[in-house]
């Protein structure tokens, strides 16, 4: 079974820095693309970056373009999202997810397996 766990969500004051992590058991990650996503109560999921296997391919959100960074550690099966000059508009729950995808090139349009969120408060 697929699972995926998030963890590294937090309370942080604005500018500060939170990295997230996504780990992964009962499959190995790099053979999958990996996106995470934030939600706010009363708000459309968003995609905030996405990753294909083999890194050839990433993209991120306009709104935390040059602030986030995503990475993968295929060896510790663990996706991270390095979060730096955190905005109180960053709120949200974080979610990663998984799918596999047989191409490289682009992130797909749909993710079928997520985990379960991780709380970010950004907030003096």
């Known amino acids: 079974q697929l699972q995926l766990m998030e963890s590294g969500g937090g309370l942080v004051q604005p500018g500060g820095s939170l990295r997230l992590s996504c780990t992964a058991s009962g499959f190995t990650l790099d053979q999958y693309a990996i996106g995470w996503f934030r939600q706010t109560p009363g708000k459309d999921r968003e995609r905030v970056s996405c990753?294909?296997?083999?890194?050839?391919?990433?993209n991120y959100a306009e709104s935390v373009m040059g602030r986030f960074t995503i990475s993968r550690d295929n060896a510790k099966n663990t996706v991270y999202l390095q979060m730096n000059s955190l905005k109180p508009e960053d709120t949200a729950v974080y979610y990663c997810?998984?799918?596999?995808?047989?191409?490289?090139?682009?992130?797909?349009?749909?993710?079928?397996?997520w985990g379960q969120g991780t709380q970010v408060t950004v907030s003096s």
């Open positions: 990753i294909t296997k083999g890194s050839h391919y990433i």
């Open positions: 997810s998984a799918e596999y995808v047989r191409y490289s090139y682009g992130c797909p349009p749909n993710f079928g397996s």
